[in-house]
Nanobody
Framework: QVQLVESGGGLVQAGGSLRLSCAAS????????MGWFRQAPGKEREFVAT????????YYSDSVKGRFTIARDNSKNTVYLQMNSLKPEDTAVYYC????????????????WGQGTQVTVSS
């Protein structure tokens, strides 16, 4: 029903920046709140950021607050994650996801997931 495709991952040095994009199919994108999660090797998938349907509300995990910015462009059916001041501990596969629940930060609240994009931060 809803297809999410992440892009923009890659290899950067510590202190660098990347912008991830998540393109959604369909015409119901604006009806979903969106989130970003990440999963590092040997770790469980963890919450990164979420944004409300109209972009008016955002929430970040403590580990990325002040460094990452989530945004969306509903006219393009796309959500973004701007990542600045990257650290080696940010290395993970990053996933975007969609939910009907506003302000959700729990993995179980999200209904649709992309396949992920790899972000590697070297020291």
């Amino acid at each position: 029903q809803v297809q999410l495709v992440e892009s923009g991952g890659g290899l950067v040095q510590a202190g660098g920046s990347l912008r991830l994009s998540c393109a959604a199919s369909g015409r119901t994108f604006s009806g979903y709140a969106m989130g970003w999660f990440r999963q590092a090797p040997g770790k469980e998938r963890e919450f990164v950021a979420t944004i409300s349907r109209n972009g008016g509300y955002t929430y970040y995990s403590d580990s990325v607050k002040g460094r990452f910015t989530i945004a969306r462009d509903n006219s393009k059916n796309t959500v973004y994650l701007q990542m600045n001041s990257l650290k080696p501990e940010d290395t993970a596969v990053y996933y975007c996801a969609a939910t009907f629940l506003a302000g959700s930060r729990r993995l179980s609240d999200y209904d649709y997931w992309g396949q992920g994009t790899q972000v590697t931060v070297s020291s």
